[in-house]
C-alpha cells in the first residue's frame, strides 16, 4: 500500500471511470473489437488500483464478494449461457438470439447467449486476477 | 519475410535451450517465457504471413472477405499467451515460495523430495 | 441429446467446479457437491459407454459449428471406456479425500480443484480436436501444479518446481509440434488430419513433427527418457491427491499416444513405432530397477508408475489389433491398481505414523489383516499374478508381441515383470511380514469411526474392481477388442466426425421475433 495522497484522490476518481469503462469495452465486444477478457482486466485494474492506494483490506470490503466466489459465479454463468442451447435440441454452447427491430424493421439490437457467455468471461477474469492481487499483497 | 522470422525462432529456441541449461532457476524461467513466445511466433508464421485487414466480417455479409488476415493463428495465440501467463505467474510465485522455503534457487541443491543418502 | 451425453464429461465436473468456486468457505457444502458431482459423473460416463458399444462412435458438434471448423467431441469405445473408469477413480478418490484431506488443505480449494483437474482429464479422452487437446492438458496442468503444491511443506515445493519445470518445457513442444502440423495440413482436427496427413509432401516434416509429438506426450507419460520429475515429485502431495496423479494423469498421456499415433501418425510406422518401442523397452526397465534401488514404499511405488507405463507404449508400438487391445486392458488395469496402491500406501503411513520407509513399517499383519488381504489384491496383479487383471494384461501384451516375432520387447516385459515380482515380495515382506521396529504398529481402528470406513471403503471397491476384472475377464477383454478394432481401423472415426451431418441451429430466437417484436 501507498501513502500518497494523490494516488489516493485520483483513484477515486478513476475507479469508476474504469469500472465504466470496462463494462463499455464488455459491450463493445458484441460486435466489435473488446470483450469480455480486455474488459475484466481493465475492472481488476481499477481494484487493484484501489488495493495499491488504500490497502487490501479496503478493496475486500469494496468487493463485498469474496474474489474467488465471483470467479465461480462467472463460471457458472458462463456454462449457464451453454444450456439455452437444450430446449431447441441443439448441442451445448449453440447460440440463441432475441432480435429487437426499430420502427422500420431493421435488425436494431441482438441480445443472445454470447453475450451472457461473455459477462461471465468479465467476471472469472476479474476474480482471478482480484485473487491473485489479494494473495500477493497480504502477503506483504 | 518468412525466411528472417524463421531464423528469428530459431533464435529464440536457441536462446531459451542456453537458458534451460542454468542451474539458476530463474534463468530456467526466462528460457520458459522466451521458447513460449518463439512458438507463439512460429504459429503466426504457419499461418502465413499476410498484409491483411483485420479479420472482421462486414455488416451484411456471411463469410469473411478477401484481403483479411488469417484469423486461425492469432486465436490460437490468444489462448497459448493467456494459458501461458497463467502458468507463468503460478510457476513464478511457487519459484519464489520455493526460494523462501529452500534458501536457494540452485536446482542441484533442491534435494528435499529426493534426499541423497534414501536415493 | 446425445450430443449433451458426450459433453457431460466435461460439464458435470465444470459445474461442479463452479459451484464448489461459490461456496468457497463452505467446505462441508463443497464435499457433498464432489461427491454429488462424481457420482453423477459416474452414471452418464457409464450411460455414453453404453451408447457407443450399441450405436458406434458418437460426435456432438459444440455450438453446432460443424467438423473440421469447429470444435468437435468424439465418444469412441477407447474414449467412452477411459472416461468411465476415470470416473471411478473420481468417486473412490473422492470417498478417500473425505478421511484424508486435512482443513487447510480443504481451505485452500481442495475439492475445486481437483473436479477442475477431471474436467482437464475427461476433456483430454474426448476431445476430437488437437488445440483443444492442448488446452485440456493445460487446464490438467495447472491444476495439477496446484494440487501437488497445496498444503506448501518443503518437500512439496521441491517437488512442485521441477514438476512445473520439466512440464513447460513439454507443453511448448506440444504447442510447437501442433503449430508445425497445422502449417503442413491447414487443419486441427484429428479425423481431418487423419485423412489430410498421408497427402503431405514433405514426409520428412511429417515424421519430425511425429517425433516431436512423442517427446511432448512422453513427458506427459513419464516415458524414458523423460521421466525424471515424477519420482522426485509423486510422493509429495496429500495421498488422495497422489493416487489420481499416479492413476490418471500419466495414463492420460499414454492416451495422446495412443490416440495420435494410431489416427494420425500411420505412414512411417517402421520410424516412428520403432523409437516407440525402444522407449517402452526402456521404460519398463529403467522403472523396475529404480524400484528396486529405493527404500521407501511410496517412492517404490512411484517408480513403478514409469515402469508399467512402458508396457502400454509395448503395445502401441506393436501396433498389432492383439497388441492394442493389450494396451487398452492394460491401461484400465493400471488406473484400478496404481490408484488402489497409493491409497493403500497412505493408509498403510496412517498407520505407521507418517513415514513409509522400510525401516519404519512391518507388523501389519498382526495389526491389520483385513487391511492386508485388501491390500494383496493390487500388489498380486502389479506383480501379474494369476487369476488377477495384471496377468490377463500381460498375458495380451506378450502374446501380442510373440505373434510378431520380437523376442527382445518380450524377454524385457518378462523381466520387468519378475523385477516387478522382486519388489512386490520385498514390499510384503517389510511392511507385513517383518516386526515393526517400533513395537506394536497400530490397527485400523486407530484412524477413527468415519474416517476409516472413508479411507477403506475405496480400497475395497478398487479391490473388488481388479478381482472381478481377473476372474471375469471376458466383458473388459470384448471392450478392449472393441476400442483396438476403432483404433487399427479408424475408418469408422473418421466417417463419424467428418460425415456428421452438420446440424443446423433451429434458431429459436430468429424464428420467434415476430412475437417478441418491440417498438423502441
Known amino acids: ?140 | 519475410m518468412e525466411t528472417i522470422m524463421a531464423f528469428a525462432v530459431g533464435g529464440m529456441v536457441a536462446g531459451a535451450v542456453y537458458l534451460f541449461l542454468s542451474r539458476q532457476l530463474l534463468r530456467v524461467l526466462f528460457g520458459v517465457i522466451l521458447l513460449s513466445n518463439a512458438v507463439n511466433v512460429a504459429i503466426l508464421l504457419v499461418g502465413r504471413l499476410t498484409p491483411g485487414q483485420a479479420p472482421l466480417i462486414g455488416q451484411g455479409q456471411e463469410v469473411l472477405g478477401q484481403g483479411l488476415a488469417n484469423p486461425l493463428p492469432q486465436a490460437l495465440i490468444l489462448t497459448a499467451i493467456v494459458i501461458g501467463f497463467g502458468l507463468l505467474s503460478f510457476v513464478l510465485a511457487l519459484v519464489y515460495r520455493g526460494y523462501q522455503e529452500l534458501g536457494t534457487l540452485d536446482s542441484s541443491q533442491m534435494r528435499t523430495a529426493e534426499p541423497e543418502d534414501a536415493v | 441429446m446425445i450430443a449433451w451425453l458426450v459433453a457431460s464429461p466435461i460439464l458435470v465436473p465444470l459445474t461442479t467446479a463452479a459451484l464448489c468456486a461459490v461456496f468457497w468457505n463452505r467446505p462441508s457444502l463443497q464435499r457433498v457437491l464432489s461427491l454429488t458431482g462424481s457420482t453423477l459423473l459416474l452414471i452418464l460416463a457409464g450411460l455414453l459407454l453404453a451408447r457407443v458399444m450399441e450405436g458406434g462412435v458418437q460426435v456432438a458438434q459444440m455450438g453446432s459449428w460443424a467438423a473440421p471448423f469447429g470444435i468437435i467431441l468424439v465418444a469412441d469405445t477407447l474414449s467412452a471406456l477411459m472416461i468411465l473408469i476415470a470416473a471411478v477413480m473420481a468417486l473412490a478418490v473422492a470417498v478417500y479425500a473425505l478421511g484424508d484431506v486435512d482443513a487447510v488443505r480443504e481451505r485452500g480449494g481442495y475439492h475445486i480443484i481437483f473436479q477442475v483437474l477431471m474436467v482437464g482429464v475427461c476433456g483430454s479422452f474426448i476431445t476430437g480436436d488437437l488445440f483443444n487437446l492442448y488446452v485440456w492438458f493445460e487446464v490438467m496442468l495447472i491444476s495439477s501444479f496446484v494440487l501437488l503444491s497445496l498444503g506448501g511443506t518443503k518437500e512439496q515445493i521441491d517437488g512442485a518446481i521441477k514438476y512445473a519445470a520439466i512440464n513447460l518445457i513439454a507443453t511448448a513442444c506440444f504447442l510447437l509440434a501442433v503449430a508445425l502440423l497445422y502449417g503442413v495440413t491447414g487443419t486441427l482436427n484429428m479425423a481431418d488430419l487423419a485423412v489430410r496427413v498421408p497427402h503431405v509432401a514433405n514426409k520428412g516434416l511429417v515424421s519430425t513433427i511425429a517425433v516431436l509429438f512423442i517427446i511432448a506426450f512422453g513427458m506427459k507419460a513419464a516415458v524414458f527418457p523423460f521421466f525424471f520429475w515424477l519420482p522426485a515429485a509423486y510422493h509429495t502431495p496429500a495421498v488422495a491427491v497422489q493416487a489420481i496423479f499416479a492413476g490418471l494423469l500419466t495414463k492420460v498421456g499414454v492416451y495422446a499416444l495412443l490416440r495420435c499415433f494410431t489416427l494420425i501418425f500411420t505412414g512411417d510406422m517402421g520410424w516412428t513405432h520403432g523409437i516407440l518401442l525402444w522407449i517402452a523397452g526402456a521404460t519398463m526397465l529403467t522403472g523396475a530397477l529404480g524400484s528396486l534401488a529405493v527404500r521407501d514404499l511410496r517412492r517404490a511405488l512411484s517408480w513403478q508408475v514409469v515402469a508399467h507405463i512402458g508396457y502400454m507404449i509395448m503395445g502401441l508400438a506393436i501396433a498389432t489389433p492383439l497388441a492394442i487391445a493389450g494396451t487398452v486392458f492394460y491401461l484400465v488395469h493400471d488406473i484400478v491398481v496404481k490408484t488402489n496402491l497409493f491409497l493403500g500406501a497412505g493408509v498403510v503411513r496412517r498407520l505407521s505414523g507418517g513415514d513409509t520407509s522400510y525401516a519404519k513399517l512391518g507388523g501389519l499383519f498382526t495389526a491389520a489383516p483385513i487391511l492386508c488381504i485388501v491390500l494383496f489384491v493390487p500388489l498380486a496383479s502389479l506383480a501379474g499374478f494369476p487369476p488377477f487383471s495384471g496377468f490377463w494384461s500381460k498375458l495380451l501384451l506378450v502374446r501380442a508381441g510373440l505373434a510378431v516375432e520380437n523376442w527382445a520387447i518380450v524377454a524385457a516385459a518378462l523381466v520387468t515383470g519378475l523385477l516387478t515380482f522382486w519388489l512386490v515380495g520385498r514390499l510384503w515382506a517389510e511392511m507385513v511380514w517383518k516386526a515393526n521396529p517400533d513395537g506394536d504398529a497400530l490397527g485400523t481402528t486407530s484412524l477413527g469411526g468415519a474416517a476409516r470406513v472413508a479411507l477403506v471403503a475405496p480400497l475395497v471397491l478398487l479391490s473388488a474392481i481388479t478381482v472381478t476384472i481377473g476372474f471375469y475377464a471376458e466383458p473388459l477383454m470384448r471392450v478392449s477388442a472393441m476400442a483396438a478394432d476403432g483404433l487399427v481401423d479408424p475408418q469408422a472415426y473418421i466417417d463419424a466426425v467428418l460425415g456428421a451431418v452438420p446440424t443446423t441451429p433451429t434458431l429459436v430466437g430468429a424464428a420467434d421475433t415476430a412475437a417478441m417484436e418491440v417498438q423502441p
Open chain 1, 1 to 140: 500500500m501507498m501513502d500518497s495522497l494523490i494516488l489516493r484522490t485520483a483513484t477515486r476518481l478513476l475507479l469508476a471511470l474504469m469500472i465504466l469503462f470496462s463494462i463499455f469495452i464488455l459491450w463493445r465486444g458484441h460486435n466489435e473489437p473488446g470483450g469480455g477478457f480486455v474488459g475484466g482486466l481493465i475492472c481488476a485494474v481499477a481494484f487493484a488500483l484501489h488495493a495499491l492506494a488504500f490497502g487490501v483490506k479496503e478493496m475486500k470490503r469494496l468487493l463485498v464478494l469474496d474474489p474467488r466466489s465471483l470467479l465461480g459465479g462467472g463460471l457458472l454463468l458462463g456454462i449457464l449461457s451453454g444450456f439455452f442451447a437444450g430446449p431447441g435440441g441443439d448441442p451445448f454452447m449453440t447460440a440463441r438470439w432475441i432480435i429487437f427491430k426499430d420502427a422500420t424493421g431493421a435488425k436494431a439490437l441482438a441480445l443472445g447467449t454470447p453475450v451472457l457467455f461473455d459477462i461471465g468471461v468479465y467476471l472469472v477474469v476479474v476474480g482471478a486476477l482480484l485473487a491473485m492481487v489479494q494473495a500477493l499483497m497480504e502477503e506483504d
